[in-house]
């Protein structure tokens, strides 16, 4: 059955039917002509086994205001986009009126109804969010990677996160599924006189009907992208990036598009945490928001079409930094992966950091089976129905809770300060508020956690830093998105870095490291040819937007310094 977009007007069915009669080969496209019809035809998709994947309404309705009609359907369908296509009549009386709604999380977008053919203004909107919806809630109908296991355990959720966040639609089968049969068929038949009863899941097929099995993430990423090995650079690069979170992005667009050779070493999926965010709303530019993962993959995108090679799944081991002569020439720095050695007269540090472990009793032992750090967009669809708790502040933590609340039944935020004033944005905390799913346990943490009669995580333990009293409490899915450790262990001791172990760069070097009587630039190391740029970088925002600017601002001093070396 088609997922459906409910169309929604008191007097102009019609025109919207006819509007959105494009998209009729893939959705089915019923009216309704007040909240409470289109309230009964979202239930009833639903009883038929569908799914309703937007509510687009005029911005006047008989029966309700409209602000009243996306709270019935949002708890009917709380995973559907919802858009408000206003006549021209009224579209600025009611855009004051309104819009306040939006920043609030009530609905996606306010739109001016189109007024005549080839609107594509409007449809580009209507097309953002319908992907959106299909990224993060609808199976994929064609998939690029195949996943055959006979169950969901933690390697197959890390896979197919892996492949998430990479944009690269996928979905797990059976093995005695009509795909998982075909699968395993090619897998026997490329072994030769092997028997089905070998195989070790789980299985993954990529779109050349390959098949073989997996271990870790590290085997899919190098199934689909080869090791750094694989592909002959014949010469000593301008500039190995080790991180393509946003800084390493950003870094690596404008490096290539000047004309650089440029490497990009990536340890898990390109986009950092920032790729596993839900939907990130105040980046600029992007008025109805982006996901992190479609953030990344674009950027992506600029940089291979500069000439940018990528290599995920492939950690850097070790970094020997290059001598400098007398003269000022620069041997090349060696990067080290398990998977190929590379060169580079520069290196940019853009690693990133990842979220601390928490310290509760029973967790580790979890992870992947329920027990989540980071976002973890994959697992938020596996929550349906589910009691989920979100440990952490910030406002990564507030994306999570808010996309969880689309599937979970219910989604606690636990913080240790008063309040999410303190560390959240504020419209973040407007849209939690609003939220009915989402209830915030200030001045507590999660001391326990436990399995339940299934091996995965079934109860945590919650305890009252005020009172000190404790709280079984059950919970199917626990996501940690706390602290930040700088992940760059691997970072010579000639780079200096402050207590925390983040990189320190610039003025914020100690005299006694500097080369002579001046410190070195903004973003560059103690080591020549050496830079640090993002949230590893001592000192820095840990924004998205402030981790690309200083992607952008480390080319200027990357070119210098290759001027400089000869």
């Known amino acids: 059955m088609r997922p459906a977009i409910i169309l929604v007007s008191e007097t102009r069915c019609e025109q919207l039917l006819d509007e959105f009669s494009r998209y009729a080969r893939d959705y089915e496209l019923p009216t309704a002509r007040s ?43 709380p995973t559907a986009r919802r858009l408000i296509a206003a006549h021209v009549s009224v579209f600025r009386e009611d855009a004051d009126r309104l819009r306040g709604g939006m920043a609030k999380g009530k609905y996606d977008a306010y739109l001016l109804a189109p007024r005549g053919p080839r609107d594509e203004e409007f449809h580009t909107a209507v097309c953002e969010l319908l992907s959106d919806w299909g990224s993060t809630v609808a199976e994929p109908e064609v998939v690029a990677v195949a ?49 089905a009863g070998e195989v070790a899941y789980p299985l993954v097929m990529d779109l050349g009907q390959r098949v073989a099995p997996v271990r870790t993430v590290r085997d899919v990423a190098t199934r689909i992208y080869g090791r750094p090995a694989d592909v002959v650079v014949d010469r000593v690069v301008d500039v190995a990036i080790v991180g393509a979170g946003p800084a390493g992005l950003a870094a690596a667009v404008y490096a290539s598009s000047e004309g650089l050779s440029t490497v990009v070493l990536e340890s898990e999926a390109i986009g950092g945490q920032a790729g596993t965010s839900s939907m990130i709303r105040n980046y600029l530019g992007f008025p109805r928001g982006i996901s992190g ?10 940089a291979i079409r500069f000439g940018t090679q990528f290599f995920t799944g492939w950690p850097v081991t070790s970094l020997t930094p290059g001598d400098v002569g007398e003269a000022g020439a620069a041997a090349p720095h060696l990067l080290r992966t398990d998977g190929g050695d590379v060169l ?47 440990v952490g502040g910030g406002n990564s933590a507030g994306q999570a809770a808010i996309h969880l609340a689309r599937f979970a039944r219910s989604v606690t935020i636990l913080v240790r300060r008063e309040s999410l004033a303190e560390t959240m944005s504020s419209y973040l905390v407007a849209e939690i508020r609003y939220n009915p799913r989402i209830t915030v346990g200030s001045c507590s943490e999660v001391v326990e956690g436990g399995p339940g009669e299934d091996g995965r995580l079934g109860w945590v333990a919650v ?24 992940r760059c262990d691997w970072v010579p001791d000639e780079v200096a870095r402050d207590g925390h172990g983040f990189v320190l760069t610039g003025r914020d070097v100690p005299p006694e490291r500097w080369r002579g009587d001046l410190p070195p630039e903004s973003l560059e190391t103690t080591v020549p040819g050496i830079f640090a740029v993002g949230d590893l970088r001592a000192g820095s925002m840990k924004r998205v937007a402030a981790a690309s600017g200083e992607g952008a601002s480390v080319v200027p001093l990357v070119h210098a310094w290759l001027e400089q070396s000869g």
């Open 35 to 77: 909240a409470h019809e289109a309230k009964l035809a979202a239930r009833q998709v639903v009883a038929q086994g569908g799914q309703v994947a937007m509510f687009v309404t005029e911005s006047r309705l008989p029966d309700a205001e409209v602000l009243e009609a996306f709270h019935w359907w949002r708890a009917t369908v």
């Open 147 to 195: 996943i055959v296991s006979p169950v969901q355990d933690a390697l197959t959720l890390a896979i197919r996160d892996y492949l998430d966040r990479m944009g690269m639609p996928n979905r797990v089968y059976a093995p005695d599924s009509e795909k998982g049969r075909h699968a395993l068929e090619r897998y026997v038949a490329d072994r030769g006189d092997a028997e």
């Open 293 to 302: 993962m479609r953030l990344a993959q674009r950027a992506r995108n600029q």
């Open 344 to 390: 580079g007269r520069a290196v940019v540090i853009a690693a990133g950091v990842e979220y601390r472990r928490l310290e509760a009793s029973g967790t580790e032992a979890l992870v992947g089976l329920g027990v989540h750090y980071g976002s973890a967009m994959t697992a938020a669809r596996e929550m349906e129905g589910a009691d989920v708790v979100v």
């Open 463 to 486: 305890r009252d830093t005020r009172s000190g009293t404790q709280e079984r409490r059950a919970c199917r899915g626990l996501f940690v998105l706390i602290g930040a450790d700088p």
